[in-house]
């Protein structure tokens, strides 16, 4: 078991030996470098070889003299000229680059076969000279051992084997001799081999290790010089040397291209004449320091074109430190600097329009701001908004609208006088910074301008577009007001002029922003309304004058803030509908006014109004059928009002919903007709079970001539289509005889009953009920 291990270990670290690093092409490398380093001493090794063996040979002839020692000397002399004259037919192919396994294993046969033949020496004559040819044959076979294994270091197996089989040979000499210091010539013969095979060992390591490195160096300077060459034929970059004077001493073919130069016209020429003179004396600073400089970008003057390069270089020191030129890399960096200048003015210009974007004008809004408080002047910020822009894109379309922007934008910036800044803020929406704004006369006349040059017609693919604008505008009052301020400021004076009608000038009051504050915190408030039943409904009855009844209720939505009081819808349903809070609030509206019903007499109905924007969803339909459902209230009590909006922008929805509730058996109430587009097509197409005529109609500031026509057609159309009509806001009884006697059945309004809490509703049922007008106005009285 022993002797097996040992031969696996011995084979192990043979194959060590053969291929130290594991990768076939690195080992044959190694192998052909330890196998040269051991050809260089095959002539003088060979010729060594010959002389000892014909010494030793004369040496001891006279005492060991016979064929057999001349067989020995003519093998020796025979191998050797043999190896010397294979060396010679094969110098040509020195040095070898490949060596494989095999060659290995020859080289250590040889080895062997050498050693054997020396090793034979003292084996065999040994015995049989005299003391003064002992001495000679021991210090013969020391030499040729050390020598031998030096000479074949770089081939451990081979030296190895050399050393083994001579060492072997005079351990069998000095066995068969009969010398009296055998015990300790012995150890010190095998000490002294073993030495030599440790020696040998240790060299052939480090000689492994450095033939590694020197493989990775040439193969890392092969790949270096590879690329160099790659680099200077097809490279982008170019090499560039230059002298103490930076005239050009020596420069890559890739320059000449970049140039347009021969390598003989660009050898001598002063390297700054290349840079233009605007980066000419920073390229000059750069060179005097004598530092390493890198990525240096300067445009070049040589070109017609604008080119720009980037360049570095590093110093070449003299033998005193001092610079004695320089050597660097240049790149053409064209097309990359125009894209990052492309993104600098992406970053500061609307790509559209090409005025500033909305950061760019802050920061130059606020720059100006700064100049007029230092001046103690001041300055004006305006919301420039295009009136019915939408429109455009949706007619249109987007490219029409993009082309009527950038009409619009270069009439802006071609206005006269000067000290007036443009900017798109965004959509249709622009910035206007008007510097030195002190005279607000003046001012207004600019905007006045602005808003002109808007309204002028734009022609854009054969259409006549005319659009307006209107303009919000805060003017810096005070020394501690900031641009972000004044810019919030334009924006609240914007949406104050877009409520009084468009195409208007209004300027920033600081009740605007009080009214934003208050418009905020409703907003925050609204979120937990409903978690803290704030909500509640209040009724007004709807009389049918026909029959002297009272037909239904309609349901009007209030919020009892608790800081504020009882809040009409006008005040926090648009914050509703804006937050997306309207749907929950809605439900709830039709849940309870379905509940309150319950309580009231079959034959009277409750009326619900329905937000446009509850259409959005699909949740509409299922919650009036859930509403009714947990109620119980039948749903031919149930009468939905929906305004004209709905059938403009919710068309497709409506109809599907009107559809639903008439499958339902709910009725459907056209609220505030005549208000809006008020397209009959709408009568023809929505089955609408009545039409609400609008109180401005009814009581409103309208001369009366004009008032009567429109009740009367909107009467006749509702008669002709077998629809109810419902006069709202009716306050008199000249009123109520009026739209009356022009045949609308159903009123509602004041004359009758303000809305009317929930538990007020059933006195007042009592009262009208009993005929007693008395009765009647005092249920109407009770409270609410």
């Known amino acids: 078991m022993p002797a097996r291990l040992l031969l696996a270990g011995l084979r192990n670290q043979l194959e060590r030996y053969a291929a130290p690093t594991g990768r076939p092409a690195i080992d044959a490398r190694i192998r052909a470098a330890q196998v040269n380093a051991a050809i260089r001493f095959t002539l003088g090794n060979m010729l060594a070889n010959i002389i000892n063996a014909s010494l030793v040979t004369v040496a001891i002839w006279p005492t060991a003299h016979g064929p057999a020692l001349i067989a020995w000397a003519c093998a020796v002399c025979v191998f050797a000229l043999y190896n ?10 020195l040095p070898l680059t490949r060596v494989s396994r095999s060659m290995i294993a020859k080289a250590t046969a040889h080895a062997f076969f050498l050693g054997a033949l020396w090793g034979l020496l003292p084996a065999v004559w040994l ?82 290790e450095r033939t590694i490195v020197e493989e990775a160096v040439k193969d890392r300077s ?6 160099l060459r790659e680099f200077q034929e097809n490279g982008s970059d170019w090499l560039y040397e230059l002298d103490a004077d930076l005239r050009i001493v020596s420069t890559s073919p890739r320059m000449c291209a970049v140039t347009g130069m021969s390598a003989e016209e660009l050898v001598g020429l002063y390297f700054p004449d290349l840079i233009d003179r605007s980066y ?53 960096v064209t097309e990359s600097k125009k ?95 008007i510097e030195d704004a002190d005279d607000r006369s003046e001012t207004t006349m600019r905007m006045e301008a602005i808003i002109a040059a808007v309204c002028e017609p734009v022609k854009i693919e054969g259409n006549t577009i005319r659009v307006g604008g209107t303009i919000g505008v805060a003017l810096s009052e005070d020394d501690d ?89 006008d005040r926090f349903i648009e914050i509703a509908e804006s937050t997306e809070m309207i749907d929950a609030i809605g439900k709830w509206v039709i849940n309870r006014a379905c509940s309150d019903a319950m309580s009231w007499p079959d034959t009277i109905g409750v009326s619900v109004n329905i937000s446009p924007v509850q259409f959005y969803g699909e949740g509409l339909v299922h919650a009036v059928r859930t509403a009714l459902e947990r109620s119980g209230l039948p749903a031919r009590r149930l009468e939905i009002e929906i305004t004209e909006a709905v059938f403009v922008h919710r068309g497709m ?21 005549g208000t809006g587009y008020s397209s009959f097509a709408y009568l023809t197409r929505f089955p609408v079970q009545k039409l609400k005529i ?88 009770a409270p609410f």
Request: charged share 25%; aromatic share 8%; with cysteine.
């Open 84 to 93: 010397i004259s294979k060396w010679r037919r094969g110098r040509k192919h």
């Open 127 to 208: 015995p049989s000279v005299g003391h003064e040819q002992e001495l000679l044959v021991a210090t013969l076979i020391a030499g040729m051992v050390g020598a031998g294994a030096f000479s074949l270091s770089s081939l451990p197996t081979a030296a190895m084997a050399y050393v083994l089989t001579i060492t072997s040979g005079g351990t069998i000499g000095l066995m068969r001799g009969a010398s009296d210091n055998l015990e300790l010539i012995a150890p010190l013969f095998f000490t002294y081999s073993a030495i030599i095979i440790y020696a040998v060992h240790g060299t052939a390591k480090f000689f492994e």
């Open 222 to 227: 092969e790949v270096i010089e590879l690329l």
């Open 280 to 332: 000419r004396d920073k390229f000059l600073a750069l060179t005097e320091n004598g530092t390493v400089f890198q990525d240096f970008t300067c445009e070049v003057s040589f070109a017609e074109t604008e080119t720009w390069w980037s360049l570095t270089a590093s110093p070449i020191a003299g033998k005193h430190a001092e610079t004695i030129g320089w050597r660097g890399v240049g790149s053409d």
């Open 339 to 433: 894209a990052k200048d492309r993104i600098v003015w992406m970053a500061q210009f609307d790509p559209l329009t090409g005025l500033h974007n909305r950061s760019r004008f802050r920061e130059l809004a606020g720059e100006a701001l700064e100049t007029a408080k230092r001046k103690g002047s001041k300055i004006a910020i305006g919301c420039l908004d295009l009136d019915h822009f939408k429109e455009i894109n949706d007619t249109l379309g987007h490219p029409v609208g993009d082309e009527l922007l950038k009409t619009l934008a270069a009439r802006l910036t071609a206005l006269p006088g000067g000290g007036v800044t443009m900017g798109r803020l965004g959509g249709d929406e622009f910035g206007v910074l």
């Open 481 to 569: 007001a900031t641009i972000d301020e004044m810019i919030r400021n334009a924006d609240l004076a914007l949406y104050a002029a877009k409520a009084k009608g468009r195409g208007k000038i209004e300027c920033y009051d600081p009740e605007m922003h009080r009214q934003a504050e208050e418009k905020r915190a409703l907003r925050e408030d609204l979120r937990t309304a409903l978690v803290h039943n704030e909500f509640c409904l209040q009724y007004q009855p709807i009389i049918d004058t026909a029959e002297q009844r009272i037909a239904g209720f309609e349901a009007l939505l209030r919020w009892n803030h608790p800081r504020l009081g009882l809040l009409p819808p």
């Open 653 to 673: 929805m409506a109809d599907k919903f009107i559809g639903e509730m008439n499958k339902l058996g709910v009725s459907i109430a056209l609220d505030d007709f």
């Open 694 to 781: 609008d109180r401005s109609f009814v009581s409103g500031q309208r001369a009366f001539k004009e008032r009567n026509a429109i009740v009367s057609a909107v009467v006749g159309i509702a008669r002709t289509l077998n629809m109810k009509t419902t006069a709202e806001g009716v306050e008199t009884a000249a009123e109520l005889a009026w739209v009356t006697g022009l045949g609308c059945r159903q009123v509602q309004g004041y004359y009758f009953a303000k809305p009317m809490n929930s538990e007020a509703v059933g006195a007042y049922i009592e009262a009208f009920g009993s005929g007693s007008s008395a009765d009647i106005r005092a249920a109407a009285a």
